[in-house]
């Protein structure tokens, strides 16, 4: 059963516009949520977390939107640029314990 | 520069070797884990540490086994009981239990041969 989940296992959007990944998640105890991002043959990096006592967190082009109520959290980049092209991951952990991923989705970029 | 390193980048191992997966941090941090990905799926946790000689299984541990005897160090050995060998192999370490964000090495590369 899969705890964390991204329905998109895809997403195609043009330079300058907003890109918005969608996550579900399953277990209400999670209590923190992150994004992650990846390219091929490397690592994840970290890009943009939020606890669950928060709805919003901003970084830079990267806004992270938690709703509780409907176990949904989203990414959205504005305004996107084709080096965002990337699998991101979107984890969950509760109360600091090992973190949960999803299937990923990956962004294309197109300029 | 602070970081962890995995090594080596690509492995190839024959049916029924056990091969092992090296994972080092300089980052002194306390846990470390190993997650597998395979291709259109997350990252499934293997195992992960805590705390030095201390491990726990993961969702996904048979077939596999780890150590933790330094702070800075968790190898992984893919036994020949793993069935399908075969993935990215990643290692990542957090700061401690109460710190979710983790931080990741490069991967390492299995191919079973």
């Known amino acids: 059963d899969q705890q964390v989940k991204q329905n998109s296992p895809s997403l195609s959007v043009q330079e300058g516009r907003i890109s918005i990944l969608n996550c579900d998640y399953t277990?209400?105890?999670?209590?923190?949520f992150l994004w992650y991002k990846k390219y091929p043959a490397e690592g994840p990096t970290f890009l943009i977390s939020?606890?669950?006592?928060?709805d919003k967190n901003e970084d830079g082009r990267f806004t992270v939107f938690l709703n509780k109520s409907a176990k949904h959290l989203s990414l959205h980049i504005v305004p996107s640029q084709p080096g965002d092209s990337a699998v991101y991951f979107c984890a969950a952990s509760e109360l600091g314990n090992k973190l949960v991923f999803g299937a990923g989705t990956i962004l294309r970029v197109k300029s | 520069d602070g970081g962890i390193t995995q090594s080596p980048k690509y492995l190839f191992r024959k049916e029924g070797q056990n091969v092992t997966l090296s994972c080092e941090q300089n980052l002194n941090h306390d846990a470390m884990y190993w997650y597998r990905q395979d291709p259109g799926q997350g990252l499934r946790l293997i195992y992960y540490?805590?705390?030095?000689?201390?491990?726990q299984k993961g969702d996904i541990a048979e077939g596999y086994s780890v150590s933790r005897e330094k702070k800075e160090s968790f190898p992984l050995t893919v036994t020949s009981a793993q069935k399908n060998p075969t993935a990215f192999y990643l290692c990542?370490?957090?700061?401690?239990?109460?710190?979710?964000?983790?931080?990741f090495g490069q991967g390492t590369r299995l191919t079973v041969v």
């Open positions: 990542a370490s957090s700061l401690d239990r109460g710190r979710a964000e983790a931080f």
């Open positions: 939020i606890s669950s006592i928060k």
């Open positions: 277990n209400s105890m999670f209590d923190y």
């Open positions: 540490s805590q705390i030095v000689n201390d491990f």
